[in-house]
């Protein structure tokens, strides 16, 4: 089994830059105002004519990045926008301008906010950063139990069937989507047939586990090596989501129209199944307890959304693959949680210090049923 | 000892749940987060903070035993984890000696896996070694980090160390 160390070019460069603010810089509260000016510096330097920034808000909720929202007067309107900025480290440390890439590709093809500033370059805003469109919408019902960044998100049986479908019809959308005329400059272009995709992503990992890990791990060595053994090769090259589950995107609850698929940040381009083996993950699942029907992202069983994927992309589900990717999820999930997020807290680089110790237990979870997993195979 | 660890933790959650927490701004959603965040924390800590150096104790013997397996498997050859291993026939008394003798001990175990797994010989060998002492590190991590609510209903962290050390 070789195991290769190449990363994609960008998120190299960005894994780098984290390792060199390791023990330089610390994350400090942030001051409303100083960040206002530097937004009016920064949209000065983008905007023509008149424009006017007000009401900068911190938003709560998330698991990674600070973000706040703000109003901005401009081209004779007046617009909520949302700046969303990398603290100095966080569970996911991804190249800012991937997002920003695959957003614009996709604008037109799925709900999506608009990106319509962004910055890799610290000295712009502080750290890399975008703004984007504040879209309305809500990511639970109102009576729903409030849960961190969304895990576990239920919606009741009135509103389920509505969301599950287009749930459903915009993964596909998503994985249909012909990317390879857009420029996506941030990636490189993984080849049919081969397994340059899951190579570039498990290379991720174990450099995301060898800088942040406090110590070796027996059981993480265990599903590493058996996720390198075991690589599929990709049929057809799709963009994938990285983090497409209930609880990253918004509706209106009034209509149960989805207004913003959310959370782009670890998208690449690679197998769809990826995604799939995500979606049925049962952790982010619910029993119906009158039935006891397993819903996938408390949205649909999984028969059922595979047939309505397969129908809407044209794209086959293949069930091995989707064996694979549930482990690969696992395990990267484990990384991020148990390594980066505790290690993020530990060198004072993060504004959710709490957080990032607290979700280490889903890790053990996650890693415990990846093991569990592999040892049934 | 008075007060000792678990009482001043106690007082701190009061305090922070009787009169730091009411007196967020309703409006701070940000801070209001962070304060159930933390209370939930010192609940975690409460917890497991009378298990921690057995905890190390164990995951010490478990993966000085995990190492010595590995190094029976045929035709392996490791001159620093064969120190390693009789270095570390007394564990440390010291907290912070034994977690990092264990953490030494890990990272060579973890180098030794990776070698044999890359030999079709060694490997079922080294993963069914590997599995069995994963079972028991799982045991022991899902049991320490139970509060944080992920690992559904396991039990205790003091009641696990009990029955692995009978074991």
Not at chain 1, 329 to 334: D, H, Q, R
Not at chain 2, 86 to 115: I, M
């Amino acid at each position: 089994m070789s195991r290769s160390t190449t990363l994609e070019p960008s998120v190299e460069r960005t894994l780098d830059r984290k390792r060199a603010r390791r023990g330089v810089v610390q994350h400090e509260a942030p001051v409303v105002s100083v960040i206002e000016e530097r937004l009016r510096t920064f949209l000065a330097a983008r905007i023509n004519g008149e424009h006017a920034v007000s009401d900068l808000r911190r938003m709560a909720g998330g698991a990674s990045k600070e973000q706040f929202t703000f109003t901005l007067e401009w081209e004779g309107r007046r617009e909520k926008l949302v700046l969303r900025m990398d603290p100095p480290a966080s569970l996911v440390e991804t190249p800012r301008l991937r997002e920003v890439e695959v957003l614009g590709a996709l604008q037109g093809t799925l709900p999506t906010p608009v990106v319509h500033f962004a910055t890799d370059d610290p000295d712009d805003l502080g750290a890399p950063a975008m703004v984007c469109s504040f879209i309305d919408g809500v990511v639970a019902p109102a009576d729903a139990p409030k849960t961190a960044s969304g895990l576990g998100t239920t919606y009741g049986p009135a509103l389920r069937p509505r969301l599950a479908e287009q749930f459903v019809d915009h993964l596909a959308a998503l994985h249909r989507f012909d990317w390879s005329g857009h420029e996506l400059p941030s990636f490189q272009r993984p080849r049919p047939g081969t397994t340059d995709a899951i190579d570039w992503r498990l290379a991720h990992f174990d450099r995301m586990w060898a800088d942040d890990a406090f110590e070796a791990h027996p059981t993480i060595a265990l599903v590493r090596e058996w996720l390198w053994e075991h690589r599929p090769e990709v049929d057809h090259v799709s963009i994938v989501h990285g983090d497409y589950r209930n609880g990253n995107f918004l509706f209106d609850e009034g209509d149960a129209r989805i207004t913003a698929i959310l959370d782009w940040e670890l998208t690449c381009l690679g197998d769809r199944h990826h995604d799939l083996a995500y979606v049925v993950m049962k952790d982010w699942g619910q029993v119906d307890p009158e039935t006891g029907t397993f819903y996938c992202c408390a949205l649909m069983p999984r028969e059922e959304l595979f047939a309505r994927y397969e129908a809407a992309s044209g794209l086959t589900v293949d069930p091995a693959r989707i064996d694979y990717y549930v482990v690969l999820n696992l395990y990267w999930a484990a990384v991020c949680t148990i390594a980066c997020g505790v290690r993020a807290a530990a060198e004072r680089m993060t504004h959710l210090d709490v957080l990032q110790n607290i979700v280490s237990g889903l890790g053990v979870a996650f890693i415990h049923e990846a093991a569990s997993l592999i040892e049934e195979r | 000892m008075v007060p000792n660890v678990e009482q001043q933790l106690n007082a701190i959650r009061r305090t922070i749940e009787k009169t730091i927490q009411p007196a967020l701004p309703a409006d701070e959603g940000f801070a209001q987060e962070q304060a159930g965040l933390v209370l939930a924390s010192l609940d975690w800590v409460m917890d497991v903070v009378a298990h921690e150096q057995r905890y190390e104790q164990i995951e010490h013997a478990d993966t000085r035993a995990l190492l010595e397996d590995l190094l029976g498997l045929a035709g392996t050859t490791d001159d620093d984890a064969r120190a390693l291993l009789e270095q570390s026939a007394e564990p440390p008394a010291d907290l912070p000696a034994l977690r990092e003798q264990t953490g030494r001990l890990k990272a060579a175990t973890v180098r030794l896996f990776d070698v044999l797994a890359a030999e079709p010989a060694t490997r079922p060998d080294a993963r069914r070694l590997l599995a069995a002492s994963s079972r028991r590190q799982m045991e022991r991590e899902r049991s320490w980090t139970r509060m944080t609510g992920f690992s559904g209903d396991v039990p205790n962290v003091g009641e696990v160390l009990a029955a692995q050390a009978g074991g």
